[in-house]
């Protein structure tokens, strides 16, 4: 790094430049050494507080992405800071050969008042599916037989990266280059219970849907789908998983995604908000099924370690507040209010959807250059597809902050969509 600032004081003597030189070093140092797997963005972060980030030349961002829908409390969060600060000095790692005391409470705190019996701990959301689909097969082989293995997913469904979450991944971009799937993995339509008509159940170990679509779009399950999915599940003896690793853990405004639905799966799956930054992954299922897994059946070396179910209990333990629920609800009525009012001016934005702090606006057009120039103005967003901005801010965001935002994204549509409605 003093290199770069040595070389840039050599040819540049105005700060700004020098300090852009500076970001520009930084992301060509980035792009020689990291795989290329990511087309990101051309600013290099440094540090954040609340609901805002820095980039290492000092430009603020409004952050509407957190991490993806991760940093639920906000950027350094002083509680978060303290407490993981504190389990970092006392302990941070000591295998599942031992039980923790923060593993125990995080356990007991998420079982509590759901519709599940039993938690394990993993670092990941895709690993939060792995678990998931090896307990349905587990159940499924004993419960029904051997020959009943195979996992329903929906169209533009995303579970995540590792071979079993690709292969219930319900979207060949994700998975073209990386044949040979996992067997025994099947695609329905979202939203569409007739597609179903033609498939054996007895040969259905489970049936694995996001309650919001993500990555697909921010597309929400129809109530009456997920209904009948449910009874049929039932039914048939299938388990029932639901992915909530980006719309669980408060996002829609209840602890669970399916609070909102009057319904619960027999396993759901969460990540990304969970440990409100810190790596942990979680899938909890009810009694029945995870009495399928006995010792040894699965495990982990990091999962569950004490620092991040430190993390992840300091987030849970304010998000499960019934007072702290009411106000994402609330924020996320502003939101969406705001965004529909928005669309009410721009015939660019055909749709606004989601639930709670977890939105996606639909253009009529590709929205990277909406993104790019909310970018330059000091707004974070994230795409969801090639026509979808997604919204995810901290849970922890305010009502100036929504109201920011919402002008930021105004004059970027302004600005870079074609057609605009007087
Ligand atoms: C992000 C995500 C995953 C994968 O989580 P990773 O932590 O990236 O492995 C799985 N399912 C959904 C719905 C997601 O949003």
Redesign the pocket.
């Known amino acids: 790094m003093t290199e770069v600032l040595a070389n840039n004081s050599a040819t540049d003597t105005k700060p700004e430049n020098a300090a852009s030189d500076l970001q520009t070093a930084w992301i060509a140092r980035g792009k020689n050494v990291l795989m290329n797997t990511y087309a990101s963005f051309p600013i290099v972060l440094a540090n954040g507080k609340g609901s805002y980030v820095e980039d290492v030349n000092g430009k603020k961002y409004l952050d509407f992405v957190a991490g ?1 829908a991760v940093n639920s409390l906000g950027h350094c969060n002083d509680e978060y800071v303290k407490a993981v600060s504190e389990q970092l000095a006392k302990l941070v790692h000591c295998s599942n050969l031992y039980l923790n005391t923060p593993n125990i409470e995080l356990a007991e705190k998420l079982v509590e008042g759901s519709a599940f019996d039993r938690v394990f701990f993993c670092n ?3 690993e939060a ?1 792995e678990g998931s689909i090896k307990l349905s097969r587990k159940y499924a082989k004993e419960a029904k037989g051997e020959n009943c293995t195979k996992i329903l997913s929906m169209t533009n469904s ?4 590792t071979y079993g ?1 690709l292969s219930a991944t319900g979207q060949t971009k994700y998975q073209n280059g990386f044949q040979p799937l996992v067997p025994e993995m099947e695609t329905v339509h979202f939203n569409d219970f007739e597609s179903l008509a033609t498939v054996d159940f007895d040969t259905v170990a489970a049936i694995i849907i ?1 309650p919001i679509q ?2 697909g779009g921010v597309h929400p399950a129809d109530l009456t789908f997920l209904k009948r999915i449910r009874e049929l599940c039932t039914e048939e003896n299938i388990v029932l998983i639901f ?1 909530e ?2 719309c669980g853990v408060g996002r829609t405004g209840k602890f669970f995604a399916h609070e909102n639905l009057g319904l619960a799966p027999d396993i759901v799956a969460l ?2 908000g969970l440990g409100g930054g810190f790596p942990i ?1 979680a899938f909890l299922a009810t009694e029945k099924i995870a009495s399928a897994f006995k010792n040894g059946d699965h495990g982990t070396t990091f999962g569950g370690n004490p620092l991040a179910c430190t993390a992840a209990l300091t987030c849970v333990n304010k998000i499960k507040q019934s007072s702290f629920l009411e106000t994402v609800h609330k924020r996320g009525q502003l939101l969406h209010t705001l965004l529909k009012d928005l669309q009410s001016k721009h015939v660019a934005i055909k749709d606004v959807r989601g639930a709670g702090l977890m939105v996606g606006i639909e253009l009529d057009q590709p929205v990277k250059s909406v993104i790019g120039a909310c970018l330059d103005n000091g707004l974070l967003l994230v795409g969801a597809g090639e026509k979808v901005i997604r919204m995810l801010p901290p849970l922890t965001v305010s009502d100036d902050e929504i109201k920011s935002a919402v002008n930021i994204l105004s004059s970027a549509v302004a600005a870079s969509c074609r057609i605009e409605q007087v």
């Open positions: 993806i990941s959301g895709a599916i995303f579970h995540g990266r979450a996001e993500g990555e992915d690793i980006q990540a990304k992954g």
